[in-house]
T-cell receptor
């Protein structure tokens, strides 16, 4: 079975500062990796995904993530955050095709400080 | 185009009761998945349906069941509700089977008292 670990439950960051949200996964087979964002009282929105190819993946809203197979990590980064980035961020993994049976981490709450 | 719609948005049930949650996928999407998100946790996979057939089931008791209709909408049923079933229930739809993005609805907030 696969699992996802998001070590940081909360990350406070000053506006316009860079941020990195950490994600590590465990799986005995090849994986597909995702980052989702959840704004208050809303569902999940896909930020970016890694299926194959380049290990550096760019997503929406200026976010990017790098797949590191040797370290089993898929950290999310943004060079300069905005107040509107305040949300809960979830890392997820799938071992079949792109979207079936996603296994999510426990989430990281990103708080932007003005 | 309308996104994934779920109904109701909120409901309160008593322990032991039964509940039915509904999901309408994005037009043209054939796959629907259900997830349970307990407060402070990440979503947990419950079911996936594709072309009206169950294609995946998570580690949930038999009190949880689902089905998909010919128009690809779906229902999630939970019998004999427990306090621990209180959660946000998310529905996601995707266009087809495999390597396509899952779009999530806003969820149904179920409170069991």
């Amino acid at each position: 079975a696969q699992s996802v670990t998001q070590l940081d439950s909360q990350v406070p960051v000053f506006e316009e500062a860079p941020v990195e949200l950490r994600c590590n996964y465990s799986s005995s087979v090849s994986v597909y990796l995702f980052w989702y964002v959840q704004y208050p009282n809303q569902g999940l929105q896909l930020l970016l995904k890694y299926l194959s190819g380049s290990t550096l993946v760019k997503g929406i809203n200026g976010f990017e993530a790098e797949f590191n197979k040797s370290q089993t990590s898929f950290h999310l980064r943004k060079p300069s955050v905005h107040i509107s980035d305040t949300a809960e961020y979830f890392c997820a993994v799938s071992v079949s095709f792109g979207n079936e049976k996603l296994t999510f981490g426990t989430g990281t709450r990103l708080t932007i400080i003005p | 185009d309308a996104g994934v719609t779920q109904s109701p948005t909120h409901l309160i049930k008593t322990r032991g009761q039964h509940v039915t949650l509904r999901c309408s996928p994005i037009s043209g999407h054939k796959s629907v998945s259900w997830y349970q998100q307990v407060l402070g946790q990440g979503p947990q996979f419950i079911f996936q349906y594709y072309e009206k057939e169950e294609r995946g089931r998570g580690n949930f008791p038999d009190r949880f069941s689902a089905r998909q209709f010919p128009n690809y909408s779906s229902e999630l049923n939970v019998n004999a509700l427990l306090l621990g079933d209180s959660a946000l229930y998310l529905c996601a739809s995707s266009l087809d089977w495999g390597r396509t993005e899952a779009f999530f609805g806003q969820g149904t907030r179920l409170t069991v008292v």
